[in-house]
Nanobody, 126 residues
Framework: QVHLVESGGGMVQAGASLRLSCAAS????????MAWFRQAPGKEREFVSS????????FYGGPVKGRFTASRDDAENTVHLQMNSLKPEDTAVYYC???????????????????WGQGTQVTVSS
């Protein structure tokens, strides 16, 4: 099973930027599609972004489109999430995830992913 470790969370003011990172080990990284989800207190886990294996195609959830950018470094087995123009509603625990069988029709579903990191807290104050 792939082991994932997120980093880069923190507390910022609205309008600021943060860059999250997720380091993967235990798998052939280049063959993994990776995703970011977030979960705010009392809410369901929400799809944020995914970056596909091999071609690096990216997908974004509606609330973050145009503000967040996902990237991957296959040489470093790491994915990043650049978050700009942060809003208080972006406050959540952000999780990195990967799954062996993720395809374009399932990439927005948390159930499609079988390895998760421990999460990193992002807090945006107004």
């Amino acid at each position: 099973q792939v082991h994932l470790v997120e980093s880069g969370g923190g507390m910022v003011q609205a309008g600021a930027s943060l860059r999250l990172s997720c380091a993967a080990s235990g798998g052939a990284f280049i063959s993994l599609s990776m995703a970011w989800f977030r979960q705010a207190p009392g809410k369901e886990r929400e799809f944020v972004s995914s970056i596909m294996r091999y071609n690096g195609g990216t997908f974004y959830g509606g609330p973050v489109k145009g503000r967040f950018t996902a990237s991957r470094d296959d040489a470093e087995n790491t994915v990043h999430l650049q978050m700009n123009s942060l809003k208080p509603e972006d406050t959540a625990v952000y999780y990195c995830a990967t799954g062996a069988g993720v395809i374009s029709s399932t990439l927005r579903l948390a159930a499609a992913y079988d390895s998760w990191g421990q999460g990193t807290q992002v807090t945006v104050s107004s």
